[in-house]
C-alpha cells in the first residue's frame, strides 16, 4: 500500500510518499482500508516529535480516518468486514490501510459519505467534549471562539449554535468574519492581542462571556480571560500560535471563573464509552443534516506536505482532508 512516512522527525518537507506495510491488527484493533482522512494541526506537531503521544520511526501521520473495515483483531466483536466506519488513530491515518482503535471506531449511517465522516471526528469530537463534557455549555449562554475559522473552531460554532448558545466569532481576517457568520456565528470580532478584551466586552455589553474556546493559546489567553464573566469557564483546547501562554493566577480567583483542559486524546482513551456517545450523537446530527463539514480543500495522499505547510501557514478555513486512489 502507499502511504505518507516519517522517517526523520521535521516539517513537512522531510515527509516521503512510498510503499509500506503494516502488521495484521492486533487485539482489539480494526484494520481499515481507507477512503479519505482528515488532517489537523496536532498532525504538524507529531512530525516534528511535538505531540503528547509519539510512535516510533518510521511512522505515518494522521489522526482520523473514513473507510471500510478489511480485518479485525481478537476480542473485537462490534465490527466485521464490509461495515463503514471511521475511526480515531492518532497516528497511521496518511495511509491506504490502518488498523485503528476498536473503542474509537464508528459506524457510519448509510446516508453519511466518507468524505464528511473523515472531516469531522476529530474537530468535531473535540468540541462535543469541550463544550458537553466540560463546560455543559447552556443554551442562552455567550461564548467566544479563538482561532474560530479553523477546524476545531468552526466545530465550536457549529455545535455552540445547536446547544443554543449565542456564538461570538474571532478570527484575523476580513475572509475568515464572513466565513464564520456563513457557519453561523451571531458576532464576529476581528482580534488582535490588544484588542480583544475590550471587543468582548463591547459585544457582551461589558458583561463578558460564559464560556471561552481557545484553541489559540498564546498572547490572545491573557486577554480574553480578562474579558470572562464571573463564574465563566475558560476551556484550553490547543496552542496553535506556537506558545504556552502564563495566566496570573489572581485572574481566575477574582472572577470567581474556571480554567477547563480539553484533550480529546486523552478522554477517548480513558472514556470510551462516553466517547462513543458523543460520537454517535455527532453521527446522529450530521445525519440529519443538523450542520455540514466545511472542507476547505481535498488533496491527493501524496500531497499531504502541502496540505500541512498550508495548516501551518494559517491558510485554511474548516477543514483539510486527504483522499486515496482506493
Known sequence: MKAILVE???????????????????????????KYAGVNFPDTLIIRGKYQFQPELPFSPGGEVAGIVTDVGADVTEFKPGDRVVAG???????????????????????????????????????????????????????????????VGTAAIQLGKLMKAKVIACASTDEKLEYCKN???????????????????????GKGADVIF????????????RAIAPMGRYLVVGFASGTVPAIPWNLPLLKSASIAGVFWGNFFRKFPEENKSNIQELLKWLSAEMFTPQIDNIYHLSLAAEALKK???????????LKMDT
Open 214 to 225: 481557545d484553541p489559540v493559546g498564546g498572547a490572545y489567553s491573557e486577554q480574553a480571560f
Open 89 to 151: 488513530t492518532t497516528a497511521g491515518g496518511f495511509a491506504e490501510e490502518v488498523n485503528a482503535f476498536g473503542f474509537n471506531t464508528h459506524k457510519l449511517p448509510d446516508d453519511v459519505s466518507f468524505k464528511d465522516a473523515a472531516a469531522i471526528l476529530l474537530t468535531h469530537g473535540t468540541a462535543i467534549h469541550a463544550l458537553k463534557d466540560r463546560t455543559n455549555l447552556s443554551e442562552g449562554e455567550t461564548m467566544v471562539v479563538l482561532g474560530a475559522s479553523g477546524g
Open 311 to 321: 495548516i501551518e501557514n494559517r491558510k485554511v478555513i474548516g477543514k483539510i482532508i
Open 8 to 34: 526523520e522527525l521535521g516539517g513537512p518537507e522531510k515527509l516521503v510518499y512510498r510503499d509500506h506495510e503494516i502488521d495484521p491488527p492486533r487485539s482489539g484493533e480494526v484494520r481499515i482500508g481507507v
Open 183 to 205: 457557519v453561523g456565528a451571531d458576532t464576529v470580532l476581528k482580534y488582535t492581542p490588544e484588542n480583544i478584551k475590550s471587543a468582548i466586552k463591547d459585544v457582551t455589553d
